[in-house]
């Protein structure tokens, strides 16, 4: 393959090629196609995915293994006027999955009641001591979301108090199944055609459950004397947990998306509105503001505050109280920043002192359980490969949480160290597990991992190169550009963001701004200059490379570009991934 502007070897050690096998640049229009067929979409499906409508991608819910059971199970408990209580996670998708359940049980005239469990005293998923606690206080039906695909013993207690669980979940099952009324879960390993959909975060799972209750409820007549619920008008937080997840954004849930964003700018949900005040986003919110603004945001109150802050957002018809739930979360943010930053220190020179080829494995008392996932994120891209980050606690238990890079299924390795014993709990999706460890068995979970990884990790390791969606002069580099990519999203993981290598140019001016991040102004032969930024690069190749360019020297630059939003106007810059002599 010809590598792109001639560079097989880039500052980061990397070759760039063509993303897809494209060889020109084309016209805003070409260029819109040719970024949606290099990421999947079939040229006989192009219409549709310009603009993905829930009605083109969504399926009908009843392909899903024990989804009319669950149908069925709710529609009786709404006509009966049951208590329901929903259990959630205290992550993002957790949080909207379970918001999103008692927001349609709230249409439907039932005020079903939340439970998130406290991350650090209870842990994540259902505890059957919660369940029956449930039970006791009135609940007759119990929906887990984001939960339970594991709970095997959780269940098995609330069997015993005679109390329903239906299980609305997307992390991965093992052949077992808890016994559940009902569990709805693309990722069962019994699943059919649904296992298409096994991309889909818990909270589009529990959209599609919605949209089987109210099909239920329509077909028995419930809706002759009351209004029928809109679930369009849902989608803002089906949007943001799809984001939030890292869910892959193809089919059903680029739609989501899609739509979501367009629900979410007219700001209907009090809560979400108060939160993109508290975010200070002086405009409707894009896909990266879910996933770096609002999300982290929400997710805050479980990592470091109360781990029910993010249902109560997302629910309450109260502005006052979303005000200032919002103001909280933001305050919790910060912290969790603080918090995240020390142990980012601790974890990145472990992972380098005990290097393995297919999995960084850092463990560290003390460490705070609410920032381990993040740190196991940025650890993986500083890295290159899978990273668990384990929280040991005073009894010398583990906590764990790992993220995965693409074509290396983390969950599935997880979910056979619990197999082989190793593990007390486990289990996730391809790109992000959570465990917990015995005392002492961090060594020996680490080594099975890397064991079982290393080929993996390998093969995606071998390929890795920079992939280029379009080639521009300097001048290229503009608003009208970031406009003509953003037809082709929205973007996100499994839906990568346009890149678009542009020079040669020459380093005008070159400083460290922030948090290690460089900012640079470049400018090309064509009298044209922009300003890029490459960030938490100051003490990498790609940062060093930069801010030592002599004047004379020209290089090419990649990137994502990006309206510069402190200039305003047409003025765009570039997020600069790599770049190269030129």
């Not at 494995?361 to 920032?371: L, M, R």
């Not at 005392?439 to 890397?450: R, T």
């Not at 890795?464 to 009208?480: H, K, Q, S």
Request: aromatic share 4%.
């Amino acid at each position: 393959m010809t590598p792109v502007c001639s560079i097989d070897r880039s500052f980061l050690g990397q070759p760039w090629h063509w993303r897809g096998g494209a060889d020109e640049t084309g016209t805003p229009d070409s260029l819109t196609d040719r970024l949606l067929l290099t990421r999947g979409c079939p040229r006989d499906a192009l219409d549709a995915h310009r603009t993905p409508t829930i009605r083109g991608f969504m399926p009908d819910p009843s392909i899903f293994r024990d989804m009319d059971v669950a149908a069925e199970r709710l529609a009786d408990a709404v006509q009966a006027s049951e208590k329901i209580a929903v259990f959630g996670d205290y992550d993002v998708d957790g949080a909207t999955s379970a918001a999103l359940m008692l927001l349609l049980l709230r249409q439907l005239g039932i005020e079903g009641r939340a439970y998130i469990p406290d991350r650090l005293m209870e842990g994540y998923g259902p505890s059957g001591e919660a369940l029956v606690r449930l039970a006791s206080e009135g609940a007759s039906l119990i929906v887990t979301v984001d939960c339970g695909a594991q709970a095997f013993e959780a269940l098995e207690m609330a069997r015993g108090v005679s109390v329903d669980v239906i299980v609305v979940d997307h992390h991965k099952c093992s052949t077992a199944l808890p016994p559940a009324l009902a569990l709805v879960n693309p990722n069962r390993m019994d699943e059919g055609e649904g296992a298409a959909h096994g991309h889909l975060a818990a909270v589009g799972v529990a959209f599609l459950l919605g949209a089987a209750l109210v099909r239920t409820l329509r077909a028995r007549g419930f809706f002759t004397v009351r209004a029928e619920p809109k679930l369009i008008e849902l989608l803002d937080i089906v949007a943001l947990g799809t984001v939030a997840d890292v869910a892959a954004l193809k089919g059903l849930n680029r739609a989501f998306v899609a739509q979501g964003l367009k629900v979410m700018a007219r700001r209907r949900n009090i809560g979400l509105a108060a939160l993109i005040d508290a975010a200070r986003l002086t405009r409707a919110p894009s896909c990266t503001d879910l996933g770096f603004a609002l999300g982290p945001r929400i997710n805050a109150g479980g990592r470091v505050g109360r781990a029910d802050l993010g249902v109560r957002l997302l629910t309450t018809t109260d502005p006052d109280e979303a005000r200032a739930i919002a103001a909280e979360l933001d305050r919790l943010n910060e912290e969790r920043r603080l918090i995240e930053a020390g142990v980012q220190e601790a974890a990145e020179a472990m992972a380098v002192e005990n290097s393995r080829p297919g999995v960084a494995v850092v463990a560290g008392e003390g460490w705070h359980p609410g920032v381990i996932g993040i740190v196991a994120g940025r650890l993986k891209e500083k890295l290159g490969r899978p990273a668990l980050v384990i929280a040991i606690d005073d009894a010398g238990l583990g906590k764990g949480s790992g993220r995965s890079i693409a074509g290396v299924d983390l969950g599935a390795a997880v979910l056979a160290a619990k197999e082989h014993g190793l593990l007390i709990a486990g289990g996730g999706h391809a790109m992000a597990a959570g465990v917990t460890v015995p005392p002492g068995g961090v060594e020996a979970l680490a080594a099975f991992l890397d064991e079982r990884l290393a080929g993996p990790v390998a093969l995606s390791q071998a390929g890795r190169a920079l992939l280029i969606d379009a080639v521009l002069a300097p001048g290229g580099v503009t608003g009208e550009l970031v406009d003509a990519l953003e037809v082709g999203g929205p973007y996100g993981m499994g839906w990568p963001s346009p890149r678009v290598a542009a020079g040669p140019v020459r380093v005008v001016n070159a400083r460290v701004i922030g948090n290690g991040h460089v900012r640079a102004v470049l400018a090309g032969d064509d009298g044209k200059s922009f300003k890029g930024v490459a960030f938490r690069q100051a003490e990498n190749a790609l940062g060093q490379a930069i801010l030592s360019a002599p004047a004379h020297r020209r290089l090419w630059v990649a990137g994502r570009a990006r309206r510069d939003e402190w200039v305003g106007g047409g003025a765009a810059e570039l997020h600069i991934d790599d770049a190269a002599w030129a």
